[in-house]
């Protein structure tokens, strides 16, 4: 099968953002420093094997051009111009008339997500649909009560609900029929046709950190989830606590990927695996782990940490943040 390609959805004016995007188009808003929405996301094609990505711009796309040109950290980078913005079915309808039948992973350009897209890909192509769409959980915008009987029994703060919701990010194996639609939202007008054709399955990945910034408030929100988070190649390190006496460190995972193969000279660390399996892989043996394990793991030993399922574990270790040394790494772009 041919390479997939990645389509990025970068044509909208962000009102509600508002003051920020009278100044920058939406993808380029920073969720840390010099770190942008757009950044993240061709960071994680790159580490899923997608070389070739195509930006579906219009509004301020000299300012994406500017930052990106055609290549960026070794991803070659293409611009599919709209000169009216015309809704994302449009704008997805001119990208695969460049593309072609070539498959692709197609991403709304305000989504910043933790999904495993390269086995959304594997999935996708085995699948007997032609179109997949990443789903996730819907999380209440509001906190719920629970009552019983007369009682009002507990609160709980924005909840995840019970409910699934389009996450945004889509898989097509090849250049899809629009039929007559030529503008529009392509959720609104073609995806419910080809749901009735029984064109279109889903791919999920529960307890994922997902987010659409669209709003002021969204933007406040993932800036503090990045306050202290790095992605990895492999998924993310954040710094949950760092005193003089010790460090805490929660570090995600994705399943089939693993840390770069390193050693610490003085840090003396413990895991604790919240949740997930997988093992971790010292020069002359292998350790396997489950959910509820402790593994310590002394100074000057080379180890890396690999998952067979999506796994989040907690580092406790004595206060040395900078010291890893790595032996071999397995990924180009970090």
Known sequence: MEKTVGMILCGGFGKRLRPITEKVPKPLVEIKDNYTILDKQLFDFKNAGV?????????????????????????KVNYVIEDEPLGTLNAIRLGMEVLGDKPCVIRNGDVVADL????????????DFPFSIFITQMQSPYGIVETSGERLISFKEKPLLDYYING??????????FGEF?????????????????????YKEDGLFWMAIDTSKE??????????RTDK???????????????????????????????????????YIISGSGYIEFEDKKEYFGKNDTIRIEPTIPHTIVATENTVLHEVSTPFLDDTI?????????
Do not use: C
Request: hydrophobic share 30%; proline share 2%.
């Open 51 to 75: 070389e070739e990505v195509y930006l579906l711009a219009g509004f301020m796309h000299e300012k994406i051009r500017d930052r990106y040109d055609d290549e960026y950290k070794g991803i």
């Open 116 to 127: 495993n897209i390269k086995k959304m890909i594997e999935q996708g192509e085995k699948s």
């Open 168 to 177: 945004g990010i889509y898989y097509s194996k090849g250049k899809l029929d």
């Open 182 to 202: 030529e503008t529009g939202d392509i959720e609104k007008t073609l995806f419910p046709i080809m749901v009735k054709e029984n064109k279109i399955t889903y």
């Open 219 to 228: 933007l406040e929100s993932i800036k503090k989830e990045y306050a202290e």
């Open 233 to 271: 190649p492999w998924g993310y390190e954040k710094v949950l606590i760092y005193t003089d006496k010790y460090l805490t460190k929660e570090l995600f995972i994705r399943e089939g990927y693993q840390t770069s193969f390193h050693y610490h000279d003085k840090k003396d660390e413990t895991m």
């Open 326 to 334: 790595r032996v071999k790494d397995y990924y180009a772009l970090r």
